[in-house]
């Protein structure tokens, strides 16, 4: 009976995460906002529920630590609720908790350093001062089902955590989590003419440190084909 019990109670909170998680898709931004300006916490609960996953992936790939990303989404959330009648709507109610997350893993990122100029900051008007790849093997046409493996998903994600910040976050914030270069220049308070930049950047970076891992791949198929 008492494992009974336990197996019902199990079924009930998988139950209830899984409309949790219904409801979330289906009711509005405007809704969830005017829940939360309203006190109602169930509105909370749906916007984390809505936008938690996401906001963790950019913080994990940007903090490279589970608890430092977990602490970034809840100061994120926190910061969020409390500020929440300062929301204008200029922009999505994604976006706007895209942009906190960001800052909050800049500042905890962010170190004393001497005065500096910044490669990245001096780079993003022009194209001049490109670091060209030393090696071109054109992964890109790679086929598809290689990029399946948890192997090559491991070295994508070391490749990005080597990026600096201002790349890594073009990057996970337009080809990992689908936003638009406007909605991208919003969430980090740049221009889109920045973004495109970054991104190129950021891919040729990329591009470089792949390249690296899918020749020594290639070398390894062909040695193992001749021996």
Known sequence: LGQHRVT???FAVLRTVAIMSLMSEIVSDEDILSGIRSGDKSACALCIDKYG???YRLALRLMQNERDAEDVVQE???NAFKSID???GRSGLGTWLYRITY???MMRLRRPAPDTVSVDEKLDGAEEGYTV???FFDWCCLPEEDFDSEEVRQELEKAIGELSPSLSSVFILRELEGLSTRETAETLGVSEDVVKTRLRRARLQ???ALSGYFAEQEGAVS???TD
């Open 86 to 88: 300062s929301f204008e």
């Open 76 to 78: 994120t959330f926190l």
């Open 133 to 135: 790849p030393q090696q």
């Open 8 to 10: 019902v109670g199990h």
């Open 53 to 55: 996953p996401s906001l």
């Open 206 to 208: 990329l591009r470089e």
């Open 223 to 225: 040695r193992q084909q």
């Open 103 to 105: 800052n909050n893993a």
